[in-house]
């Protein structure tokens, strides 16, 4: 199973993106579902994640202004990004956690710019 990450581009300040992230086939077991990102000269952070529990976690940063959700079937993760800002660019990437493993979407890059 892959994980297919997409939505990123260039938006200006302010601007909003949703990014999703798609499994190419159902993942069973899966513990816990995150969208990562990766700033310029910066290690990667967790953004946003759905628990073990199903609760939602944010970084403080984002707090308000992005929104995490999925589908049903757990195969598609999404990631509403409102009123961004430039310290909100980086290459976002997906992860999904499993008992049968850890899998990992390839990044794309979002884009805060005037």
């Known amino acids: 199973v892959q994980l297919q990450a997409s939505g990123g581009g260039l938006v200006q300040p302010g601007g909003s993106l949703r990014l999703s992230c798609a499994a190419s086939?159902?993942?069973?077991?899966?513990?816990?579902m995150g969208w990562y990102r990766q700033a310029p000269g910066k290690q990667r952070e967790l953004v946003a994640r759905f628990t073990a529990g199903g609760s939602k976690d944010y970084t403080d940063s984002v707090k308000g202004r992005f929104t995490i959700f999925r589908d049903d079937a757990r195969t598609t993760m999404y990631l509403q990004m409102n009123s961004l800002k430039p310290e909100d660019t980086g290459i976002y990437s997906c992860?999904?956690?499993?008992?049968?493993?850890?899998?990992w979407g390839q990044g794309t890059l979002v884009t805060v710019s005037s």
């Open positions: 992860n999904f956690a499993a008992t049968t493993g850890v899998y």
């Open positions: 086939g159902r993942i069973f077991s899966i513990n816990t």
